[in-house]
């Protein structure tokens, strides 16, 4: 290989540690690349910062924007094999063009037209759906329907068969959720069609993973010690999120511990087999917030999105400030600090790769002043 057609183009320079700039270095560095060959010390700073530089940045899309765009795409494009999902995914302004939020995380707006029915598939990676308004569309997950509306968080673990079907005469769009850049990244992706032909067609009132596992403090005595990687749950209901929410701010009210701060209640999304995250790459979390309140600034290992669910805020995130409305959406980069204030009070839908980095040991947040 010449020189010129190598992939590797070392930078040198005269900063601090660099050798002597002479023919000779310039000679070795041509080696270098040729053999495709990088040295520490001319990258040392980009590879390892005193603390997080994530090429992702704080960005912010509105709902106002994302809708009608869907709304087009229902016009224009089918849904069906090959293409999969009328899914459009936010792609991060520093993520040079992907289709990623962020490092880790895809999050994308899906459309489904009255009768459509988006086709049987199952992948390794996982993924969750939350309804920021409307409803009318029923997910399949492994021969469980699902309804799915206003407020509800629904899951898709990895590998489960999943199809959705409009079964109203009113379209419908969501939100999706997958750690389908992470997966590219480690090239561990598995993917399968499922069956062509649609055969479940039942809308129960419940799904058969909520009737088995969706109450409060109990498990069924035939999974006794039994702990998945993901949650068994398909479907976590918006009226449970909301009295959980509702409850921690009347216990502040009353003096009693449970919020996060003062005027900010937060639940997370657990796995009643573990008590952990509900899927090994996804944490999701409710925040809400009373009028007037602001939250201490934050910084966290790993990449966050949340998407405005009621109320207006305020967001900072590092450099960037937004105000922000009901299904806005914005993501956290590693390490951006973040303070959101409302006036109105808001409910946040937050989710993120944390759980990848406490597994990992590389975990840390800062609020404030206080390491923890
Ligand atoms: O609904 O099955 O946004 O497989 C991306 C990949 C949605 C889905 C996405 C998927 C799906
Ligand atoms: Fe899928």
Same mark, same amino acid.
């Given at each position: 290989m010449t020189p010129t057609e190598s992939l590797v183009r070392i930078k040198?320079?005269?900063?601090?540690?660099?050798?002597?700039?002479?023919?000779?270095? #310039?000679?070795?560095?041509? @080696?270098?690349? &040729?053999? +495709? *060959?990088? %040295?520490? /010390?001319?990258?040392? $700073?980009?590879?390892?910062?005193?603390?997080?530089?994530?090429?992702?940045?704080?960005?912010?899309?509105?709902?106002?924007?994302?809708?009608?765009?869907?709304?087009?795409?229902?016009?224009?494009?089918?849904?069906?094999?090959?293409?999969?999902?009328?899914?459009?995914?936010?792609?991060?302004?520093?993520?040079?063009?992907?289709?990623?939020?962020?490092?880790?995380?895809?999050?994308?707006?899906?459309?489904?037209?009255?009768?459509?029915?988006?086709?049987?598939?199952?992948?390794?990676?996982?993924?969750?759906?939350?309804?920021?308004?409307?409803?009318?569309?029923?997910?399949?997950?492994?021969? #469980?329907?699902?309804?799915? @509306?206003?407020? &509800?968080? +629904? *899951?898709? %673990?990895? /590998?489960?068969?999943? $199809?959705?079907?409009?079964?109203?005469?009113?379209?419908?769009?969501?939100?999706?959720?997958?750690?389908?850049?992470?997966?590219h990244h480690t090239g561990s992706a598995f993917f399968e069609l499922g069956p062509d032909t649609v055969t479940e067609r039942e809308t129960p009132a419940r799904s058969r993973s909520e009737r088995l596992w969706a109450h409060p403090g109990l498990r069924p005595v035939s999974s006794a010690g039994e702990r998945t990687t993901s949650s068994p749950i398909a479907a976590y209901r918006w009226e449970h999120t909301d009295r959980a929410l509702a409850d921690q701010l009347t216990l502040e009210d009353e003096g009693h511990p449970g919020v996060v701060e003062p005027g900010h209640a937060a639940v997370r999304f657990t796995n009643p087999t573990s008590g952990g995250d509900v899927m090994p790459t996804i944490r999701a979390e409710f925040h809400r917030l009373r009028p007037g309140a602001t939250t201490a600034a934050r910084r966290e290992v790993g990449s966050s999105v949340f998407q405005v669910f009621t109320g207006e805020v305020s967001v900072r995130v590092g450099d960037a400030a937004w105000t922000a409305a009901r299904g806005d959406l914005f993501v956290v980069p590693s390490w951006q600090p973040l303070t959101i204030t409302t006036d109105s009070g808001a409910d946040l839908f937050r989710f993120s790769d944390t759980p990848i980095f406490e597994r990992l040991g590389q975990h840390r947040v800062r609020v404030e002043g206080g390491a923890r």
């Open positions: 040198s320079s005269d900063g601090p540690g660099q050798p002597v700039r002479t023919a000779e270095l #310039d000679a070795l560095y041509h @080696r270098f690349e &040729d053999e +495709l *060959l990088v %040295p520490l /010390w001319t990258e040392i $700073g980009d590879l390892m910062p005193t603390q997080p530089s994530p090429a992702a940045r704080a960005h912010l899309w509105r709902w106002a924007t994302l809708l009608p765009l869907a709304a087009r795409a229902g016009e224009l494009v089918p849904v069906g094999r090959g293409g999969e999902r009328r899914a459009i995914a936010l792609a991060n302004p520093g993520l040079g063009g992907a289709p990623y939020a962020t490092p880790t995380l895809w999050a994308a707006i899906q459309y489904l037209c009255p009768g459509e029915d988006a086709p049987v598939h199952r992948h390794t990676q996982h993924a969750f759906r939350f309804v920021v308004e409307g409803e009318g569309v029923w997910t399949v997950v492994d021969g #469980d329907p699902v309804a799915m @509306r206003r407020g &509800d968080f +629904l *899951l898709t %673990p990895g /590998w489960r068969f999943h $199809g959705h079907h409009n079964v109203s005469d009113v379209p419908m769009a969501w939100l999706d959720g997958l750690d389908i850049p992470f997966v």
